[in-house]
């Protein structure tokens, strides 16, 4: 399943319908809106012979375990630059099986200017029958030069069940908790569903040596302590009718806040987390 919003899908497909693809699309929004995905999901589009991923196609089944010849996927955060400038290359010969080639970049926020200019000027001097599908989660932090040159569209979020459904695919964990921007883009970028996320509201029950274990196994990797604090951050920022509930979250908000700055320092993981748990249990 590829997660994105059923109104962008319809456009994707309208658009490859239509024939009027055009040479550079940068696809942009939110971890829940799924830009990777959607710059999959387009390329999918304009590949499959009923221009609707069918998913069940040769062509469709051969894109999906990356060996069609006519798409390039890209992770701008671990290519190097000389191995997208060696598929910038590679693209002027155009497509091979079909009549049109894709290059997704995801991450496209994190090319280097090296990789960036390349990408401009392949952008300023598209070779025919060639798109290249920009993704990121940071729309601002592209060059205002690759952003004029291409097409933009937002991603909008995805529904939190259909999210839900695509961690179970993904990861095989089946998870009814909070969805979180912090917890999709997890996902995203590593596959693995991190078994330490408790829900805000069951620390209030743990005991002390519950507390304290928690906190042992949520420092083993400072990327998942920080991911947690996020999770709860955004638990806090939802909405209620309830005042005492709204103070209750607005302390805990700020309690997550100092200690999710402070993360970005050398400090003891186990005992930040062990001060986080427990001030979140007093909230």
């Given amino acids: 399943m590829i997660p994105i919003s059923q109104t962008l899908a319809q456009h994707f497909e309208q658009l490859c319908e239509s024939g009027r693809l055009g040479h550079g699309y940068i696809l942009h929004g939110p971890p829940k809106g799924f830009p990777a995905q959607a710059a999959m999901y387009l390329a999918l589009s304009g590949l499959c012979a009923q221009k609707k991923p069918c998913m069940t196609c040769n062509i469709c089944q051969k894109v999906l375990s990356h060996d069609h010849p006519d798409i390039r996927v890209l992770s701008a955060d671990t290519t190097s630059v000389d191995a997208i400038r060696h598929v910038i290359q590679d693209i002027q010969l155009g497509a091979r099986d079909g009549h049109r080639l894709f290059v997704c970049v995801l991450h496209a926020d994190h090319m280097t200017p090296q990789a960036a200019n390349a990408f401009l000027k392949t952008l300023e001097e598209p070779p025919a029958g060639v798109t290249l599908i920009l993704a990121t ?72 040596s519950e507390i304290l274990s928690l906190a042992e196994s949520l420092a083993k990797d400072k990327a998942i302590a920080k991911l947690a604090m996020q999770q709860w951050l955004e638990d806090c920022v939802r909405p209620s009718d309830n005042p005492e ?29 062990e001060s986080v748990l427990f001030g979140l249990q007093r909230q």
């Fill in 137 to 208: 989660n940071a729309l601002e932090q592209l060059l205002p030069t690759i952003r004029s040159r291409s097409t933009c569209i937002a991603c909008p979020s995805v529904p939190d069940p259909q999210i839900r459904q695509w961690i179970t695919d993904k990861t095989g964990t089946d998870y009814q908790g909070l969805v979180s921007q912090a917890l999709v883009g997890y996902i995203e970028k590593t596959g693995i569903f991190p078994q330490e996320i408790v829900s805000r509201a069951s620390i209030a029950n743990h005991s002390v």
């Fill in 245 to 273: 509930t709204l103070q209750n979250n607005a302390h805990a908000a700020r309690h997550l806040l100092t200690h999710i700055k402070n993360s970005n320092y050398n400090l003891n993981v186990r005992l930040q987390m």
